[in-house]
């Protein structure tokens, strides 16, 4: 499980970005000044860092020198949005920048993308009693192997990395097919057969007008019928 240290002084995006990132299946550490960063910094080794630029003690660029040494990837997350602010983020080191206000999709997207540049990017994946191994292309539900197809075993990837996220079918379609949609038969065909194989038709939740989501483990399954 990769470990993300969260640095943001603003609690209710803390917040928002650590859930999400739970949910993703992450480990999150969250710090709210520079100086608790720079303290865990030196006492834990994460994946990844995600960091405010303007904070109370340390700002996020001396933040990314400490990391620098380290090897660790930065993604900034601020509210500096001018085009300066960006080329200045990205030339001191950073690995991508995120201007707020952002939607959780893309923070997970850009996450799983920096992780996988760096080398770090999630191993396995885990949900109902279904392991997926990224690298070895392999997944088991409960020991035993499932038979998927390439698409079948990418599709339910993006569903486990995004676990709780409703994602639109549009964006699904371009992950795993690498082009516009233009059909939604294919993509739900695909999803009917997940359903079939894992025996997952109340895990993997279709979304009214959006597209498909995985249930979390602590949510309440829909009521049958419904």
């Known amino acids: 499980m990769n470990r993300i240290l969260i640095v943001e002084d603003e609690g209710t995006i803390a917040r928002l970005i650590e859930v999400s990132l739970k949910r993703a299946g992450y480990a999150c550490t969250v710090a709210h000044d520079g100086v608790a960063a720079a303290d865990l910094i030196e006492a834990q080794d994460f994946d990844l860092a995600l960091l405010d630029i303007m904070l109370p003690g340390l700002d996020g660029y001396e933040l990314l020198e400490y990391l620098q040494p380290m090897g660790t990837p930065v993604i900034f997350i601020t509210a500096k949005g001018s085009t300066r602010d960006r080329v200045r983020g990205l030339s001191l080191g ?6 707020k206000p952002f939607e959780v999709e893309e923070l997970l997207a850009r996450v799983g993308a920096v992780l996988r540049r760096a080398g770090r990017g999630g191993q396995t994946l885990t949900a109902f009693g279904v392991t997926l191994d990224v690298v070895a292309r392999q997944v088991t539900q409960n020991g035993s192997p499932v038979d998927l197809t390439p698409r079948e075993f990418a599709l339910l990837e993006q569903l486990m990395r995004n676990r709780g996220a409703a994602l639109y079918r549009d964006v699904l379609y ?15 065909l695909h999803i009917q057969r997940l359903r079939k194989k894992l025996g997952w038709q109340e895990q993997i939740e279709t979304v009214y007008r959006v597209g498909y989501r995985l249930r979390r483990e602590d949510d309440t399954p829909p009521a049958r019928g419904k």
């Open 94 to 99: 950073a690995d991508d920048y995120l201007v």
């Open 174 to 188: 371009e992950r795993v097919w690498g082009a516009e949609l233009t059909d939604t038969r294919t993509l739900d």
